[in-house]
């Protein structure tokens, strides 16, 4: 069993940046690839990025490659989202998860998300 919680969302301007972490609780949290996800109102959630449990093995959607940086820290048991250069779109509420791949479904633990909103 895995437990998370996301911190770190917030208002900022276009062009500016922000940093989530993700903070699980349970022994198993090294054994687990970690996600990012996103989803904005009246849309469906969408896959953001993605790191393997040692951390070995990044991807990023299409969207955010380039300016956004998953990380982690399996001794602090937290999982980071460094988003740079943020866009209007990119407002969202942002949920980590435990899993693998690029699919919502491949995830079996979920935080309760935190919110992200990028002025013009």
């Known amino acids: 069993q895995v437990q998370l919680v996301e911190s770190g969302g917030g208002l900022v301007q276009a062009g500016g940046s922000l940093r989530l972490s993700c903070a699980a609780s349970?022994?198993?949290?090294?054994?687990?690839?970690m996600g990012w996800f996103r989803q904005a109102p009246g849309k469906e959630r969408e896959f953001v990025a993605t790191?393997?449990?040692?951390?070995?093995?990044?991807y990023y959607a299409n969207s955010v490659k380039g300016r956004f940086t998953i990380s982690r820290d399996n001794a602090k048991n937290t999982v980071y989202l460094q988003m740079n250069s943020l866009k209007p779109e990119d407002t969202a509420v942002y949920y980590c998860?435990?899993?693998?791949?690029?699919?919502?479904?491949?995830?079996?633990?979920w935080g309760q998300g935190t919110q992200v909103t990028v002025s013009s």
């Open positions: 998860a435990a899993g693998d791949g690029s699919n919502w479904y491949e995830y079996n633990y």
């Open positions: 349970g022994r198993t949290f090294r054994n687990y690839g």
């Open positions: 790191i393997t449990w040692s951390g070995g093995y990044t």
